[in-house]
């Protein structure tokens, strides 16, 4: 494990989740997606899209490798594999979020004003990509999946599968590539929603 520090504390530069994570942690989630783990009981698009921010601070974090139901035939298995992350409170500042279809980019934005950020409750999300900087305070790295209790959600991933969990996260300069995000409350303070008819307007570039 990289930049080991006291108090629980570890410091993971240029985090992602799905790609470029310490080998330890990248190989848990393959495992976990190999042994089959929990499908979620909703089914997506199949569709990504993505999601910047200058800051996410969330409290009670859990990761664990899932499959998501889908209908596209792009995927013959009907399934598609994704990285599944759980945060029970969190804070977002300068959130950019954008859908891509062919020349139509839907493009939303809020919490700019940082003394009004965007916050979420019961945050689930299941991505494919994660890049940033992070830091992990009271992180577990190796628990059972489906012993997961940090985000306070009462299911995750199958038993015997990979998960890890943290009291608190804290990712700056968050870049997301995502299937699918829900919570209980999303609060999107200052939103613009904007369509935009060609163009580069995209959160940020592949």
Known sequence: MQDQQLGGRTDWRRFAVAVGLPAVV???LVLALAEG???ANFTVSGAQFKLSADSLVGEGFTQYGSTLDTDDPDYEDGEIPAAMSGIRHATLTNL???VAAGPLTLR???GGDPAHPVEADDLLIGMSDLGGDAVFEDIQIGLDASTLTGDGSETHGAAGSFGQQAGTVTITN???QAYYTSASTFT???MTLKLHIGGSHE???D
């Open 26 to 28: 990248a190989g848990g």
């Open 37 to 39: 783990a929990l499908a």
């Open 96 to 98: 950019c979020q954008s």
């Open 108 to 110: 939303i934005e809020a």
């Open 174 to 176: 968050l870049r997301q």
């Open 188 to 190: 999107l303070n200052g």
């Open 203 to 205: 959160c940020f570039a």
